[in-house]
Nanobody, 116 residues
Framework: QVQFVESGGGLVQAGKSLTLSCTAS????????LGWWRQAPGKERELVAT??????TEYADSVKARFTITRTAANTAILEMTMLQPEDTAMYYC???????????WGQGTQVTVSS
C-alpha cells in the first residue's frame, strides 16, 4: 500500500500562486509516474499534470502555460501553480503509477480554493 503526504493547498485570490507537494512512500514497486489530478464539485476528476522518472511531463491544456510539475526526488513531485483562477478551484489529488500503469494509487487530496 502506498502512503502519500500532500501539502500546499489553501485559499488564495485570483492571480496568486500556490505550490503543492506530494511525497509517496511504502510502494513495493518503482513509481514511474507521479501526477496531480483535480476534481471540482459536480465534475469528473481530470488530469492536471504528470511527471515520469525521466522527468517527462504532461499537462492539461488549461494549465500548460501556468503550472509546472517537477520531480524533486524519486518519490516526490511538486506542482507550482501561478496565475490561479477561480476555475482552478478543486480538490487536488496526487497519484503514483507503475511503469505499465497497472498499479495506480491515490492520495487523500488537498483543497485549492481561488477567490475572485
Amino acid at each position: 500500500q502506498v502512503q502519500f503526504v500532500e501539502s500546499g493547498g489553501g485559499l488564495v485570490q485570483a492571480g496568486k500562486s500556490l505550490t503543492l507537494s506530494c511525497t509517496a512512500s511504502g510502494s513495493n514497486f518503482d513509481i514511474y509516474t507521479l501526477g496531480w489530478w483535480r476534481q471540482a464539485p459536480g465534475k469528473e476528476r481530470e488530469l492536471v499534470a504528470t511527471v515520469t522518472l525521466g522527468h517527462g511531463t504532461e499537462y492539461a491544456d488549461s494549465v500548460k502555460a501556468r503550472f509546472t510539475i517537477t520531480r524533486t526526488a524519486a518519490n516526490t513531485a511538486i506542482l507550482e501553480m501561478t496565475m490561479l483562477q477561480p476555475e482552478d478551484t478543486a480538490m487536488y489529488y496526487c497519484s503514483a503509477t507503475s511503469y505499465t500503469g497497472g498499479l495506480k494509487y491515490w492520495g487523500q487530496g488537498t483543497q485549492v480554493t481561488v477567490s475572485s
